[in-house]
């Protein structure tokens, strides 16, 4: 039997209902709290120690509120690194000049405004990357709970670190720093990476597992299309507006895949998982599903597709 076959009878399986976009985007939501907590707490300090000050041009006596002014005049931590100390004093001096001393007595809390509108367009910049993050997140939890009830044992990569470890017993909230994984199976040693950049056609896939232990995992192993058991694509954005863009892309990468491994004879699994699927998009995946162009596919909110289609991984 085919793999979809065991979690998907037909295109309305795969299709994302209202509940499953609703919940997501509340998540979104609660996400985004939490990532905006850090920088209230930055705020909170920055008001606390500008009190200090009775007119805006003693804020640049404050040796501690520095950085943060700088932010409030408008500066990116992306663009602080570009920038040499006096460039740096001119857009403070300016925010003084054109901001805070025509706020007269306010120039506190519009120097904290300023501080937070800056931070948020950070925040910002950081959120259009979330569906990809907490897509990986749900996945890698999904993978991680089959392994614990098989039994087998696991490693993970930490993301900043770069080293491999046995997965402990207590993993909570290991998904947060989690690149790859690696397990065992009958047919041998498995190394699952996230976001690698396939040298055979020089793009980046979301998902690749490998045909080797993690110790064994290198560049060159990686540069081997001999080494590729399976290669996915995962799509996390829950907006519907934006599904058909995400379809687009992934079924671009798919082909590109398809077509660069069959001029080597090779032919590893192809699969997709995506969050936000629409009636069209499901009916297009349905059909490369239908006549094998498409091995596998799950929706991401689908609690039951997923432990089949990371089941199915893990077997591999």
Not at 131 to 150: C, E
Not at 180 to 185: I, N
Not at 189 to 202: D, G, H, I, Q, S
Request: proline share 3%.
């Amino acid at each position: 039997m085919r793999p979809y076959l065991r979690h998907l009878n037909s295109t309305k399986d795969l299709r994302t209902t209202y509940e499953a976009i609703r919940a997501g985007f509340v998540m979104l939501a609660l996400e985004k709290n939490r990532r905006a907590t850090p920088f209230v707490a930055e705020a909170r300090a920055l008001k606390t120690a500008a009190v200090k000050a009775k007119t805006p041009v003693d804020l640049l006596r404050i040796e501690e509120i520095q950085s943060a002014l700088v932010t409030a005049a408008g500066v990116s931590d992306k663009a602080t690194s570009h920038l040499d100390d006096s460039d740096k004093r001119d857009a403070v001096n300016g925010l003084i000049r054109n901001f805070l001393e025509p706020a007269g007595a306010n120039f506190v809390e519009e120097l904290v405004f300023r501080f937070l509108l800056i931070r948020g367009d950070t925040l910002g910049g950081s959120m259009r990357n979330i569906g990809g993050f907490m897509a990986q997140k749900k996945l890698t939890r999904s993978i991680i709970a089959y392994l614990r009830v098989a039994g087998s044992q696991c490693k993970w990569l930490h993301s900043e670190t770069g080293v491999w470890a046995k997965l402990p017993k207590d993993d909570a909230d290991v998904e947060l720093y989690l690149r790859g994984l690696c397990w065992e199976t009958h047919e041998g040693k498995r190394t699952l990476l996230y976001n690698v950049t396939v040298p055979l056609f020089r793009n980046n896939v979301d998902l690749s597992l490998f045909n080797c232990a993690a110790k064994d995992m290198t560049r060159d192993i990686i540069g081997d299309p001999a080494a590729y058991i399976a290669l996915g694509e995962l799509k996390g954005g829950i907006d519907p507006a934006g599904a058909d863009e995400h379809w687009k892309t992934a079924r671009t990468a798919i082909n590109r895949i398809k077509d660069a491994f069959s001029k080597r004879d090779l032919k590893p699994h192809v699969f997709f998982i995506g969050a936000a699927i629409e009636n069209k998009m499901a009916i297009e995946i349905w059909q490369m599903l239908k006549r094998g162009s498409l091995e596998n596919a799950a929706n991401l909110t689908n609690d039951d597709q997923m432990a089949s289609i990371t089941g199915w991984l893990c077997s591999l």
